[in-house]
């Protein structure tokens, strides 16, 4: 069974910090790509970021290119996002996904796992 649980969202006000953590269980974390998304009330759930299971390799969507910082430590099996600048349009719940032999991608559909998401509130 493999598990993905994310923590580190919250309240925060515009132009203010978070990193979100997620921790992957269950499966061997290093040959594992692993990607951010987020949902908003009303809206599809979109992709925020990808990385390769090396973490060579990081893509980004343009609205978050230059602020969102991912990065993993697979001796700790988890993956961070480091988000600065935060902006009241970053507002969602943030979800970790696993894509196993993956290379990172933007599509929902390659991701075979998921974590349960985390709330990040970004007041103006």
């Known amino acids: 069974q493999v598990q993905l649980v994310e923590s580190g969202g919250g309240l925060v006000q515009a132009g203010g910090s978070l990193r979100l953590s997620c921790v992957v269980s269950g499966r061997t974390f290093s040959n594992t790509a692993m990607g951010w998304f987020r949902q908003a009330p009303g809206k599809e759930r979109e992709f925020v970021a990808a990385i390769s299971w090396q973490g060579v390799s990081t893509y980004y969507a343009d609205s978050v290119k230059g602020r969102f910082t991912f990065s993993r430590d697979n001796a700790k099996n988890t993956v961070y996002l480091r988000m600065n600048g935060l902006k009241p349009e970053d507002t969602a719940v943030y979800y970790c996904?696993?894509?196993?032999?993956?290379?990172?991608?933007?599509?929902?559909?390659?991701?075979?796992?998921w974590g349960q998401g985390t709330q990040v509130t970004v007041s103006s």
């Open positions: 996904a696993a894509d196993p032999y993956g290379v990172g991608t933007s599509r929902v559909s390659e991701y075979d796992y």
